[in-house]
């Protein structure tokens, strides 16, 4: 800790665009949204129905938005004193308190979660009102912030003292509220742009997190159910899964989405590499609780039409996603790479429509195989031969 107390600092532009990685406070700060994320996905394998995956999504996207908001403000404004650390332990707690309500989150605690939820916002906005005091030039940023989450807390914190559905109503709102604020700030974003280096890399540290849930559920699976080759079989084939997810992620971070919004002078650019990981790590997240679903079924009864879906859909997800990053060039820009994505996906999608009888071996191999298909497909395309000749490399 360089400084016992100290005021917020700017911590990007062209005179602080040093080199940064994440700090050790944020890498333990992430733990909590280990334990979060492990209790999504607990709970969305307690109930694999159309209302459980429902559930599990409008739980999942306050926990994320939470992990979203603290890792913006340190990009941008991060001082390592005890203030700071304080204010981040008081954070980690409320995002602790929405993991033990996690559980029982659109029923009885409900309202425990809105509150966890709305305490963190509140902690977030003291934060960009210090800064904006003590930084003018990021006034007008820290001002549209702090208003727009402040709301937002509000409805979530009202939300608490309200019956169903006017509680969720409020919790609607509130999430518009949070993703418009970003949204809306064009102008005072501009000349503030996340630092462009740190943010991808805390980016990928939440992927990884996720990715790492998906490992557990494969080892709870295989752990928990009676060993046999088929077992065995589909544990490799799921870890095989999340492998080729972390390789097509991770090998395509070509892409500078924030050098590309300073370069273009369009914030968009950065919003679609921020939004468009919501649907990935929700994909990454309920592709391991599929996996999970298939290896613990028994080898020779027919995959369940939820489990089935639930797998499938998951995987097409994520490449959907990857498929979009592409697309638009916040990962390696790349045409070619975008369509097989996307031609996965509705693979995908076919073997959950026709895929009614397949033993879950049959399921779990065929999900498997596009995804092998993608990592062959990339590898291919990266020969410098190829490289050469294709003009949409």
């Known amino acids: 800790m360089a400084n016992f107390l100290h005021t917020p600092r700017l911590r990007i532009g062209e005179d602080n665009e040093e080199e940064r990685r994440a700090t050790w406070l944020e890498l333990f700060y992430d733990l909590v949204f280990v334990v979060a994320v492990s209790q999504l996905a607990h709970n969305l394998k307690s109930d694999i129905s159309p209302s459980g995956l429902w559930g599990f999504v409008v739980l999942f996207i306050p926990v994320w938005w939470s992990w979203i908001g603290t890792t913006f403000y340190a990009n941008r404004f991060d001082s390592d004193d005890i203030g700071h650390r304080l204010l981040v332990g008081v954070q980690m707690l409320t995002a602790a308190a929405m993991a033990v309500n996690i559980h029982h989150g659109l029923s009885e605690s409900a309202a425990g979660f809105a509150l966890a939820y709305a305490l963190g916002r509140a902690i977030l906005v003291v934060q960009y009102v210090l800064a904006g005091i003590h930084i003018p030039a990021a006034k007008a940023l820290t001002t549209h912030y702090a208003i727009g989450f402040a709301i937002a807390a509000v409805l979530w914190l009202l939300s608490a ?9 409020l919790w609607g709102l509130g999430i ?3 993703f418009a604020t970003p949204l809306t700030a064009h102008k005072v974003q501009m000349g ?3 630092h462009a280096s740190h943010l991808p890399e805390r980016f990928g540290l939440f992927t990884i997190i996720v990715l790492g849930e998906a490992i557990i559920a494969v080892v709870n699976g295989v752990s928990e159910h009676h060993w046999n080759i088929l077992t065995a079989i589909s544990g490799l084939f799921g870890l095989g899964i999340a492998f ?3 390789w097509i992620y991770f090998d395509n971070l070509g892409g500078t989405p924030i050098e590309a919004a300073k370069v273009s002078g369009k914030v968009s650019i950065m919003n679609i590499w921020l939004y468009t990981h ?3 790590v929700i994909g990454i997240a309920a592709a391991g609780v599929g996996v999970e679903e298939v290896i613990l079924n028994q080898s020779k009864v027919a995959l ?19 498929s979009i990053l592409h697309n638009f060039g916040v990962i390696r820009y790349c045409k070619i790479r975008s369509r097989y994505r996307i031609i996965g996906a509705i693979l995908l999608v076919a073997i959950a429509v026709f895929g009614e009888g397949l033993l879950p071996i049959a399921v779990i191999t065929l999900v498997a195989v596009v995804v092998a298909v993608q990592v062959i497909q990339d590898l291919y395309q990266s020969r410098p031969s190829n490289r050469l000749i294709d003009p949409e490399f």
């Open 192 to 194: 503030l742009l996340p």
């Open 278 to 280: 919501l649907p990935l």
């Open 176 to 178: 518009i509220i949070d």
């Open 304 to 322: 369940p039409d939820s489990q089935r879906w639930l797998i499938c859909s998951a995987v097409a997800l994520c490449l959907t996603a990857i």
């Open 161 to 169: 003292f309200l019956p169903a559905p006017w509680r969720f109503v």
């Open 244 to 246: 080729g997810l972390w």
